[in-house]
Structure formats: structure tokens, C-alpha cells
């Protein structure tokens, strides 16, 4: 017998920072414009799941999306 993954919703989520900030997937070493966040709750308590960070590469493409939690911006070169 399978079991069921429980009931969930998506929303919008808070951005940790402006709208096309140029970040970095820290695994992938992938780069792009962070353009939203998206958050995963479960429907029984409303905990959060998980979040996803949406992303478009910085000179236009498709938008990819990696865990939230795996990004952070690239740093200015002096």
C-alpha cells in the first residue's frame, strides 16, 4: 500500500531580498535574477514544507528553481 504525502498549499513567499538581485545557487553555481519566492504549507497546521526561489538568468531565458535555503547574492567585484 502507498502512502499519501498530507495536503499542502502554495503561496507567495516574502523575498530575503529585492527583486532582481543577482544570486547564486550554492550547489549548481548557477547564477540569476531572483524574481519570487514560493512557499509549500501543509493544509492540516499551515507549517511551512518547503520554499523554492524562482530565477531567470541574468541575460534572459528560462527561469529555473532551486530550494531557498541553497542561494545567497553574488558578491560585488570591487
Do not use: C
Not at 35 to 41: A, I, K, L
Not at 54 to 75: A, K, N, S, T
Amino acid at each position: 500500500m502507498t502512502q499519501q504525502k498530507p495536503a499542502t498549499t502554495l503561496n507567495h513567499g516574502e523575498l530575503p531580498w529585492p527583486r532582481e538581485t543577482l544570486v547564486v545557487d550554492t550547489i549548481s553555481e548557477r547564477t540569476g535574477l531572483l524574481v519570487g519566492v514560493v512557499e509549500e504549507r501543509y493544509k492540516s497546521n499551515g507549517k511551512l514544507h518547503k520554499r523554492q526561489a524562482f530565477m531567470r538568468p541574468q541575460g534572459g531565458g528560462i527561469e529555473f528553481d532551486v530550494p531557498l535555503d541553497r542561494i545567497r547574492p553574488v558578491e560585488a567585484k570591487p
